[in-house]
């Protein structure tokens, strides 16, 4: 299941719609037409140079940070609340993620800060150019989700099912004024709770990493049982979220291609944690990567994407 779900995020949505029969074109160049959008970044010339050398149709590796987005009513921007980048290498059948801390302190628009403050600062362009200088590997590609629409997504597809390792409730929680309490064991979710399951933070031991954890259950959950609609009219809604809540400057020419040419690279998935350690700084918790560990993710990123030689 979980290669499922990294084939659905590096074709994001067209890999729900092929199932739509003779309505996948219609909902395929109707969707991406409204959600590809094409921004300025500011990068190192050689990633800029990778970039502009990519041949998507002669399945060249290529890089994904995949953005999920928390946006408070009244908030123009919001913040990066996920973080996921993956190296896709068909050549090698194989898939790279690693996923970055919310708190991670490190260098944005010359001065330091919490990686998910890019977003607010800088937007979409500023989230890419924080997330190179940290792993010092290019980002290609974007995929942009505003992590409300969750809960439309779920309810699309008639609610999911999670198996959930750890007990916990929302009574005292501030990240939501829901009460909610969420048993061990298997647990079907609507909308708002499988948003709440996902979100919740601070009761877990793990921390952020725990969250990550629930995070990718809801989107897994998501895939699976879209994977089984066959109906034309769930298939619709979930366009409908679709168009109103993703952005990425993949083309559709660029989504049919990583379809048909990547697929290889679902045989072998390898996920990377970036260690560090909580420390308070001006009375501000960060999260510390260690230096010597987090350059070697990024020698292994680089080495998946070619870039070592």
Do not use: C
């Not at 994001?12 to 739509?20: C, E, K, S, Y």
């Amino acid at each position: 299941m979980f290669k499922k779900f990294v084939l659905f995020i590096a074709t994001f949505i067209t890999v729900l719609i092929l199932g739509a029969g003779s309505f996948t074109w219609q909902f395929v160049t109707s969707t991406s037409s409204s959600i590809h959008e094409e921004i300025d970044i500011e990068r190192k010339p050689e990633f800029e140079e990778h970039h502009d050398q990519i041949n998507l149709k002669k399945s060249d590796p290529i890089s994904i940070l995949l953005m999920g987005i928390d946006k408070s009513a009244g908030e123009e921007r919001g913040r990066s609340d996920t973080l996921i980048l993956m190296t896709i290498n068909p050549h090698t059948k194989s898939t790279h993620m690693v996923s970055i801390p919310r708190d991670t302190y490190t260098r944005i628009k010359g001065a330091e800060d919490k990686i998910n403050s890019a977003y607010h600062v800088g937007g979409t362009a500023m989230t890419i150019s924080s997330v190179e200088n940290l792993l010092d590997v290019p980002v290609d590609y974007y995929v942009k989700v505003n992590m409300k629409s969750f809960v439309q997504i779920v309810d699309a597809v008639g609610g999911i099912e999670v198996n959930n390792d750890l007990d916990f409730n929302t009574y005292k929680a501030t990240f939501t004024d829901k009460k909610m309490r969420f048993p061990k064991g298997r647990l079907n979710l609507k909308g708002e709770e499988a948003l709440i399951f996902a979100r919740m933070r601070k009761q877990d031991p793990r921390g952020d990493f725990g969250r990550q954890i629930r995070q990718r259950q809801v989107i897994e959950a998501v895939i699976e049982k879209g994977a089984n609609i066959s109906s034309v009219t769930k298939f619709g809604e979930i366009v409908k979220v679709v168009e109103h809540n993703v952005k990425t400057n993949l083309t559709f020419n660029d989504m049919w291609k990583v379809q048909s040419n990547y697929k290889a690279a679902r045989e072998n998935i390898q996920q990377h944690k970036i260690e560090g350690s909580d420390k308070k700084i001006k009375g501000t918790y960060y999260y510390v990567p260690d230096k010597k560990k987090l350059h070697t993710i990024s020698n292994e990123l680089k080495k998946h994407l070619g870039l070592d030689r």
